[in-house]
């Protein structure tokens, strides 16, 4: 069975472009996830969705930062304009019960250097 | 104060020996608790759930105390493979179910 499937795996690009990362959730799965992963602050959630409706993006740093599912399989998230900052590894998650349940399943991540 | 807490590590040790990883948690309300697994450069997976009662699977115990807010992870006769990072995970109901992760501890066995 396919996994959560993210892209691109790496992209560099420089300050102030818009970065664009995209999702598709393992088949069947309701919720969808997405995380930052930084050395300093760990694995910290940005949005989750429930049947394509976004619950809780407390975790979106600022207006630079959007996401969206438009279906069930196939979430975006956008960065415009990207600043250094922003470098990370950005991962998509899914799970097959509303919220967490036991366990959740995550893609490869999108490894992000902005310069 | 942050809501996970880990020792960083690394936790460097030779192969067979036994090691235990610490995590504390802030939120008196946490319902679920979870070890995963990060290899280097790769995404998390879950390593085992953390029951109540501690919970053994294989080389892996892992035990939870409430009323400390604590859980801990024993590895017994750690093999090279075991080398990764081990992030404690807490769920927590902030109006639907999330999970909190640690930053994680870096264990490095060596031969």
């Known amino acids: 069975d396919a996994g959560v499937i993210q892209s691109p795996r790496h992209e560099v690009t420089e300050m102030g472009q818009e970065v664009t990362l995209r999702c598709k959730p393992i088949?069947?799965?309701?919720?969808l996830f997405w995380y930052r992963q930084t050395m300093m602050r760990g694995l910290e959630l940005l949005i989750y969705?429930?049947?394509?409706?976004?619950?809780?993006d407390s975790g979106m740093p600022e207006d630079r930062f959007s996401a969206k599912m438009p279906n069930a399989s196939f979430s975006t998230l956008k960065i415009q304009p990207s600043e250094p900052r922003d470098s990370a590894v950005y991962f998509c998650?899914?799970?097959?019960?509303?919220?967490?349940?036991?366990?959740?399943?995550f893609g490869e991540g999108s490894w992000l250097t902005v310069v | 104060r942050k809501e996970v807490e880990q020792d960083p590590g690394p936790f460097n040790v030779p192969e067979g020996a036994t090691v235990a990883f610490n995590c504390t948690y802030s939120?008196?309300?946490?319902?679920?608790f979870f070890w995963y697994r990060q290899d280097c450069r790769k995404e998390p997976k879950l390593l085992m759930s953390?029951?109540?009662s501690g919970n053994e699977d294989g080389r892996f115990t892992a035990q939870l105390n409430r009323a400390s807010q604590y859980i801990s992870l024993l590895i017994r006769d750690s093999k090279l493979s075991d080398s990764a990072t081990y992030l404690c995970?807490?769920?927590?109901?902030?109006?639907?179910?999330?999970?909190?992760f640690g930053t994680g501890t870096r264990l490095l066995v060596s031969p």
């Open positions: 998650a899914s799970s097959p019960r509303p919220g967490s349940g036991n366990t959740i399943y």
């Open positions: 088949s069947g799965h309701n919720s």
């Open positions: 969705f429930n049947n394509n409706v976004p619950i809780d």
């Open positions: 939120n008196s309300a946490s319902q679920s």
């Open positions: 953390v029951y109540s």
């Open positions: 995970v807490v769920k927590v109901d902030t109006g639907f179910q999330k999970l909190v």
